[in-house]
């Protein structure tokens, strides 16, 4: 996989082509309006409570923040209003650059990441720090595709990635030992007839790599580190990513539909199907 640098943002069938392969989309100024009042907003932010979530969450389909500790903001409204313009000006940038994508996809939520990753403390399935593939357990995606933009707002430090070979090779090599048994095996046999199937075998695929040591230890390895004032793009339930430090990161998550794809067949659902046809 390679880390694709974008110096000139313009609508180009190679960034297409790059996502759906396994890249990630580099580029070295956020190419979003994104303004620094905003950015020390949020970087002041610090929560407390052990009680709090993850992240900082603003759902646009519901104009709504979640997430955050109520004795680190003073102002709630600010945070929204930060949140939702943080929110518009990514999706401005997606519809512009990747219209092919935004045309008919499902918009979802954009978060704050303000706490440092690096020995943060996390409930096992939580943690970040472990290579994984995305999937969501409250808004399953039925085989269309999780696209994530990320910005580094720290002022001085960058945010650590690791990555590792994407999921054709991933479930060549693992799904079968995951659970899935192919179009008559049995187990995961109605993968493709019922609604959720695909999700939860995704559900249950990303906690599977979290937990297996082997691939954890004997993967292909790629580190990548994103400066301040950076943002990247990537497909997270075709890359399996971790993140090994950093803090202050803003995310913005759409879901595209897989017949949206320059290439449908690199979309999961289509892999494990043609995984399924084979056996």
Request: proline share 6%.
């Amino acid at each position: 996989m390679e880390l694709v640098t974008v110096e000139q943002v313009s609508q180009a069938p190679e960034l297409y082509r790059a996502l759906e392969a396994g890249n990630l989309l580099f580029f070295p100024r956020i190419p979003f309006d994104l303004p620094e009042e905003s950015q020390a907003y949020l970087r002041g932010i610090a929560q407390t409570s052990q009680a709090f979530h993850k992240n900082i969450a603003y759902r646009p389909g519901q104009d709504k923040v979640t997430g955050f500790d109520d004795k680190s903001v003073a102002d709630p409204e600010k945070l929204h209003s930060v949140l939702r313009d943080f929110s518009n000006s990514a999706l401005d940038f997606l519809r512009r650059v990747f219209p092919r994508y935004m045309e008919s996809c499902r918009i979802d939520y954009a978060s704050f990441r303000g706490v440092e990753e690096e020995g943060r403390d996390l409930s096992f399935k939580k943690r970040n720090d472990l290579l994984h593939i995305d999937a969501f357990p409250t808004r399953p995606t039925g085989g269309d595709l999780i696209l994530r933009t990320f910005a580094n707002i720290h002022p001085s430090r960058s945010r650590v990635w690791l990555t590792s070979d994407p999921f054709a090779p991933l479930a060549r090599q693992y799904a079968a030992d995951a659970g899935w048994r192919g179009a008559s095996g049995g187990g995961l046999a109605s993968l493709f007839t019922r609604r959720t199937a695909y999700d939860r075998f995704m559900l249950h695929f990303h906690d599977y790599l979290k937990s297996n040591s082997q691939y954890q230890e004997s993967c292909a390895k790629y580190r990548w580190e994103f400066p301040p004032g950076s943002a990247w793009m990537v497909f997270t339930d075709i890359v399996p990513h971790a993140v090994l430090s950093g803090q202050h990161a803003l995310e913005q998550t759409v879901i595209v539909r897989r017949d949206a794809l320059l290439t449908p067949a690199s979309a999961p659902v289509e892999i494990l199907k043609s995984l399924g046809a084979t056996r």
